[in-house]
């Protein structure tokens, strides 16, 4: 229950991170040291080969443990990619999980530890209202990630994103419980990464900084009855707010380096702690419109296909469907506090920018940072028409955990006001 007394308190949780060259070959040690036996690494099929996942089964063997290899991921993963990891779990009694690569093997790994300790019908832990929405019932298995790509801050938080069929939309389950034991922050492990991977991935680094920064205040939130019932994301907070900024700092600084030069290694490496900042800020702050949206825009692709990624079915990455609407909500919710989106701006690395032109230059901002990095700056370049809003728009509303964190409440017709406006991007001056 929630109360209508506001908030007076914000809580700030992280995993324990390891950041370095090699940090890979710690993740026998670490789960030696919590005891496990049984460890399933959770990857993807085109990631066995990869130099983070045979080091990591080096080192488990290494320890004398057991890994078993899991490869099944789906790269945007699936409810029914997720059913297949809890059900390969469950059957070989795991008692650690890793999950190494992007966002979608770490959150894999989340979610087939959390299924397997806590087997449940499916839907019993997915987000309210989508799903019941069901508290974790207690402590997970030990859990380390290992990320392979430059973005989704998944080593830290405790939340794992799908693509629900049935209603052709992302959704997410959310628990504090779900979040890592350890982040293996490894700088060798995206030295070869695509430069497109690198790009979407870092577009979804800077909306994390630029949404939690700019997410409804904390104490602008009503306080629920239990202290058990608060929600990892809370609003944006004072320390929170450190991690967003300074993640937004480095974006700036590294995200076009890191894409167009492929062998800027120290780029890419920023841009892998970058991701990291971002995740412990936007871990306890949340996301607001632009991860509210891009669920209804990912889930519902056209025939969209972008080289780099999976060319067996059309993917918009998710990083791309983060930033698309960017411009158009940052456009929208900078009314909010004028001054907030100011020092989002200033740590773009834009000087000229005031409370009285922020609502233009900060849309331009983002908008030329995705065409310096080769990526479409509006939602009609994947493949959307205005006969699809309607669509979008039903299938935003019910993303509670992440709209309703948004400084200025929406409905229905301000959403379709800003996929609309995300179509085309001529009103960027």
């Known amino acids: 229950m929630v109360s209508n007394i506001q908030e007076t308190a914000f809580t700030i949780d992280s995993s324990s991170i390891k950041f370095g060259n090699g940090v890979t070959e710690e993740v026998g040690w670490e789960f030696e040291r919590l005891n496990c036996k049984t460890i399933m690494i959770v990857t993807d099929k085109n990631m066995i080969d ?33 059913k297949n990891a809890i059900n390969f779990a469950i059957e070989n009694n795991i008692d650690g999980f890793v999950g190494v690569g992007g966002g979608s093997s770490m959150d894999t790994a989340k979610v087939a530890n959390l299924y397997a300790t806590y ?125 967003s900024l300074t993640a937004i700092k480095m974006v700036a600084q590294n995200i076009y380096k890191a894409v167009n030069d492929p062998n800027d290694h120290e780029a890419k490496s920023q841009m892998l702690l970058a991701a990291t900042y971002a995740g412990i800020g936007f871990g306890n702050a949340g996301c607001h ?56 701006t200033k740590a773009l690395g834009i000087s000229d920018v005031t409370t009285g032109n922020v609502e233009t230059v900060l849309p331009r901002v983002i908008k030329d940072i995705m065409s310096s990095i080769g990526m479409p700056t509006k939602l009609s370049d994947l493949g959307y028409k205005e006969s699809d809003v309607d669509n979008l728009v039903k299938l935003t509303l019910p993303q509670h955990r992440v709209i309703k964190l948004s400084p200025i409440e929406v409905n229905a017709k301000d959403l379709q006001t800003l996929f609309i406006k995300s179509l085309d991007d001529s009103w960027i001056k």
Not at 54 to 79: A, M
């Open 50 to 82: 990869h130099v983070s996942v045979q080091n990591t089964i080096s080192s488990i063997n290494r320890s004398k443990l057991n890994p078993i290899l899991f490869s099944d991921v789906s790269v945007e993963p699936t409810d029914t990619s997720f």
């Open 119 to 243: 087997p449940n019908d499916f839907m019993a832990y997915v987000n309210a209202p989508i799903g019941k929405g069901l508290p974790v019932p207690g402590p997970l298995k030990p859990s380390i990630s290992i990320p392979t790509t430059t973005g989704t801050g998944s080593e830290t938080t405790g939340t794992a994103v799908f693509d629900f069929k049935e209603m052709n939309a992302k959704t997410a389950i959310a628990h504090r419980a779900l979040r890592p034991l350890v982040g293996l922050i490894d700088p060798e492990n995206v030295r070869s990464i695509p430069s497109n991977i690198v790009a979407c991935s870092g577009l979804d680094v800077l909306c994390h900084g630029l949404e939690s920064y700019t997410a409804i205040p904390f104490h602008k939130r009503n306080k629920p009855d239990n202290p058990a019932l608060r929600p990892p994301y809370q609003g944006s907070n004072p320390i929170s707010d450190i991690w």
């Open 289 to 344: 419109l632009c991860h509210g949206m891009s669920y209804a825009v990912s889930g519902n692709v056209k025939d969209f296909y972008l080289d780099d990624y999976p060319d067996d079915h059309p993917m918009i990455p998710h990083g791309l469907s983060v930033a698309i609407t960017a411009p158009a909500i940052f456009n929208f919710t900078a009314k909010s506090d004028l001054q907030r989106h100011v020092e989002v």
